[in-house]
């Protein structure tokens, strides 16, 4: 009789704790690529309790490192005096090769750096970011509009089926 394959532990699989929304709207995404992320350990009780917004969150690469600033991690009550910073900057993870391509495409004009979500991953905190170019309003709306279209034309199809 074949053995019941063993229950995987909850902290080995991966979960989205929090989503930059906007980003996908006002950015139009060229390269990503996931890193690290170095927290004390109030501010890694915090992320995991979801008390974390990357809204208004950029990346900027400075003396060959690469930091997350503006990110707001909320304080953790049970702390006490040992607590962090809420809105310090924190330092990005990365290997030498991927941080000095990332470092070189963003220093091209019009491309920026930007986090698009923090998720916990077998246990420590990873952070997506990526490169990208902002968008004008009638390339959203262009967008919207092929999207739209597409919606249509797949429904359109699936009516015809039946």
């Given at each position: 009789m074949a053995k019941p394959p063993e229950s995987q532990p909850e902290y080995s699989l991966s979960r989205v704790i929090c989503r930059n929304r906007k980003a996908r709207h006002e950015y139009e995404l060229l390269q990503q690529l996931e890193c690290g992320l170095i927290l004390r350990g109030s501010e890694v009780?915090?992320?995991?309790?979801?008390?974390?917004?990357?809204?208004?969150?950029?990346?900027?690469?400075?003396?060959?490192?690469?930091?997350?600033?503006?990110?707001?991690?909320?304080?953790?009550?049970?702390?006490t005096y040992l607590n962090h910073d809420p809105k310090r900057q924190r330092k990005l993870l990365m290997h030498k090769r991927e941080r000095e391509k990332f470092a070189a495409s963003a220093q091209q004009?019009?491309?920026?750096?930007?986090?698009?979500?923090?998720?916990?991953?077998r246990g420590l905190v990873k952070v997506t970011i990526a490169v990208a170019r902002g968008q004008k309003e009638f390339d959203k709306r262009q967008r919207i509009r092929k999207e739209t279209d597409q919606r249509e034309i797949q429904q359109a199809l699936r009516r015809e089926k039946r």
């Open positions: 009780k915090s992320v995991r309790n979801n008390k974390i917004s990357i809204e208004e969150a950029y990346v900027r690469v400075e003396n060959a490192e690469v930091w997350l600033i503006g990110c707001d991690i909320a304080e953790y009550p049970q702390a004009k019009g491309l920026t750096l930007i986090p698009l979500d923090v998720h916990l991953t």
